[in-house]
């Protein structure tokens, strides 16, 4: 069995997409994973599974789609592709709480950091399948915007390694 981490988008943030942890993970067991954690309340997934990422996305993607009655964006990756991610980290001198990986499902475009509005001091860089922002003021007054990462999911170094940690656990 792999271990996979599965990231959603736009829940338990800023008071919308409400989905408690025991109904998330119970939602992922009736779509087939096995030995299932969540993580803090903003739609962390730990588990297993004899399926690839191209089978786990699409069980998780219809069943959080039939409870909330509309789509949920999802993320997945496998418990080594985590810890690449946290390996590859630009900034590790950085502070983790504000440094971010944003998650996308496909490499991002080349100009992507080109197209980025809203800079105000932001270090950024690309990733395999990610976006990297350091945010050395913090994030609550950026005005930073990607279009590339539209439909990505943001999470801190501080949560990537967690993650990555509980993966290599399972």
């Keep these: 069995m792999t271990s996979f981490v599965i990231l959603l988008r736009a829940v338990n943030v800023g008071g919308t997409g409400k989905l408690p942890m025991s109904d998330l993970k119970a939602l992922c067991q009736k779509a087939g994973l096995a030995d299932i954690r969540t993580y803090i309340a903003s ?4 588990c297993r599974s004899d ?19 509309k789509p949920v964006g999802v993320l997945v990756r496998s418990a080594a592709e ?24 496909a490499p991002p475009p080349a100009d992507a ?3 980025a509005t809203g800079v105000q001091g932001e270090e950024m860089q690309l990733g395999k399948r990610e976006i990297y ?4 003021d913090g994030m609550a007054r950026s005005k ?11 999470r801190n170094m501080n949560t990537v390694a967690k993650l990555a940690e509980m993966a290599g656990e399972a």
């Design 133 to 136: 922002v350091h945010y050395g």
């Design 113 to 115: 950091l080109d197209k």
């Design 82 to 105: 985590m810890a690449q991610v946290l390996a590859a980290n630009p900034f590790p001198d950085a502070a983790p709480n504000r440094t971010v990986a944003i998650f996308l499902d």
């Design 43 to 46: 739609g962390n997934v730990v």
């Design 144 to 154: 930073l915007a990607i279009p590339a990462a539209k439909a990505g999911t943001a």
């Design 51 to 69: 399926w690839t990422e191209a089978k786990v996305k699409p069980a998780v993607e219809a069943a959080l789609a039939a409870y909330a009655g």
